[in-house]
């Protein structure tokens, strides 16, 4: 009899199917467990509920009686009604919760990682051969790009050089409202997104399941066919103006050029691969600049991958990383997303744009939200948590990196060199979210004080010493000592639990 294969809800696309050594057999039976107790876990964005739960019924839908669908309270039980005590296969899933949790089953035997770039084994060949040399996102994205062909032109990358940054950096259009590009593609819902909806409101009135933010009409791929359709339109139509605006806010324009891609690749609907071959023949034929190109590419062939291959690499601890010993639980608006309350435009745009869709893209993540939480000392563990929750794309193994590492620099400076903290003048520089809002950006002091400016110096001081060791950081305080204001400054930063 042949083998099952018990299929993860990030596991929809058909590259988990593929026969071979390292797949399940090709007519192997499947299974997919609902347990519900991984909505009791953790209060989830309602729109990201939804989206899971809809992508997974719409792949057992497509599977037919091929699959075996099961609703449980938990994984251990759906699957002893799945498979009893016979073996199963499963790919390795991609949190350390859920590997545990298979590998202490003796029925499963788990296979290799699918959804990604590169095998574990790889990436600690590269590592291990860095001489003690700190594992940066520019030169792993190099080796990758180098490792699998990818962007290269006999050899050398394309357009001449690796990094485009220099092009990819532009404030938005001096007096435009949105950018203009092509509309993304919109998903329509069905039968199944309205059943799905309709056991959301139960379980909150019945069975005390409580959800943050709002579900409104789905806004991203459920199934194969609709991310497919999604990549087609944003290689066709959007990507050849993404690059120099990727790093730009627009208060009318959250989506601008972004592709909106990531839900469905962390999903499983899609695999990084044939995005980065969907791009790089994009730039082939003519149909966008290197330059929009290298800055998808970057996205998931750098970043996505390095941050994928450092959870696994950093290990268990990693998530208990608080350099800067910043222990400030977060505040109920802040965990409510009520950007109704907060004063300040920029942050009540981004939390706003949170609170009804579940996305917003990666500048406003880390520059306006993440910059706001590392300036108030917020625990990085409780800022990576509602990270996780409150994004539609949000899973343990991206927000941990992207959090602890990068977002609040809780882990010392193993991702990067410095932390991500800045004043009002770059959201002001990069967006129009200023020109409206309560607050000047250049006001350290006063009622019109921007609540960044005086956060990003009120930091700075509380972190003088391990910034003065930094090069990249001892600038600031220098120009710290020089504020006559200080005192004033210190004071007007130090908010309390009041949202901005």
């Known amino acids: 009899m042949t083998t099952a294969h018990w299929l993860f809800g990030d596991q929809l696309g058909p590259h988990f199917l593929t026969r071979g050594e390292e797949g399940p057999a090709g007519d192997a039976p499947l299974v997919m467990i609902e347990a519900r107790s991984v909505f009791r876990r953790r209060r989830l964005h309602r729109a990201k509920a939804h989206l899971v739960l809809s992508a997974m019924r719409h792949r057992a839908a497509e599977l037919g009686d091929r699959i075996h669908y099961v609703r449980a309270e938990t994984y251990r039980e759906g699957l002893r009604e799945a498979a009893g005590d016979s073996p199963v296969t499963v790919h390795h899933p991609t949190s350390r919760a859920a590997l545990r949790l298979v590998r202490s089953l003796e029925s499963v035997r788990v296979l290799p990682a699918r959804g990604f770039l590169l095998p574990h084994g790889a990436f600690r060949a590269w590592a291990e051969g860095r001489n003690g040399r700190r594992l940066r996102q520019e030169d792993f994205y190099r080796w990758v790009r180098r490792e699998l062909d990818l962007l290269m032109d006999g050899g050398a990358p394309a357009g001449g050089r690796f990094n485009h940054d220099h092009a990819n950096r532009e404030p938005p259009p001096k007096g435009a409202r949105t950018l203009g590009a092509p509309a993304p593609y919109r998903p329509r819902e069905d039968d199944l997104d309205e059943e799905v909806r309709a056991d959301l409101d139960r379980w909150e009135h019945e069975d005390g399941i409580r959800f943050v933010g709002r579900d409104g009409p789905r806004r991203f791929p459920a199934t194969r066919r609709e991310a497919l359709a999604a990549l087609r339109r944003f290689t066709e139509h959007r990507l050849e103006g993404f690059g120099p605006y990727e790093d730009a806010m627009l208060a009318d324009d959250a989506v601008m050029s972004h592709s909106l891609l990531s839900s469905s690749l962390n999903l499983g609907l899609l695999d990084p691969a044939e995005c980065v071959a969907a791009a790089e023949d994009a730039w082939r034929a003519g149909r966008a600049p290197v330059h929009s190109v290298e800055g998808f590419v970057r996205q998931i062939a750098g970043w996505r991958e390095y941050v994928w291959q450092l959870y696994w690499h950093f290990g268990e601890s990693y998530r208990r990383r608080n350099a800067l010993r910043h222990h400030t639980p977060l505040p109920g608006w802040f965990l409510e997303l009520d950007a109704d309350a907060v004063t300040a435009r920029c942050l009540a745009t981004v939390l706003g744009q949170v609170r009804d869709s579940g996305w917003t893209h990666h500048i406003p993540r880390l520059m306006v939200l993440g910059n706001f939480a590392l300036q108030r000392g917020w625990d990085p563990r409780e800022v990576t948590d509602w990270f996780h929750r409150c994004f539609v794309d949000g899973y343990d193994w991206v927000m941990l990196p992207n959090v602890i590492g990068m977002s609040q620099y809780a882990d010392g400076g193993r991702m990067t060199t410095k932390p991500y903290t800045s004043g009002g003048a770059y959201i002001h520089r990069m967006s129009d979210l200023c020109h409206t809002c309560a607050y000047r950006p250049g006001?350290?002091?006063?009622?019109?004080?921007?609540?960044?400016?005086?956060?990003?110096?009120?930091?700075?001081?509380?972190?003088?010493?391990?910034?003065?060791?930094?090069?990249?950081?001892?600038?600031?305080?220098?120009?710290?000592?020089?504020?006559?204001?200080?005192?004033?400054?210190?004071?007007?930063?130090?908010?309390?639990?009041?949202?901005?």
Do not use: I, K
């Not at 609540?451 to 950081?473: A, D, E, I, Q, S």
């Open 443 to 500: 006001d350290r002091t006063g009622d019109r004080a921007c609540p960044y400016t005086t956060g990003y110096w009120t930091f700075v001081h509380h972190h003088r010493t391990l910034l003065t060791r930094n090069p990249r950081t001892s600038r600031a305080v220098h120009t710290l000592d020089r504020l006559a204001d200080l005192d004033e400054v210190l004071r007007t930063g130090e908010q309390g639990e009041d949202p901005p």
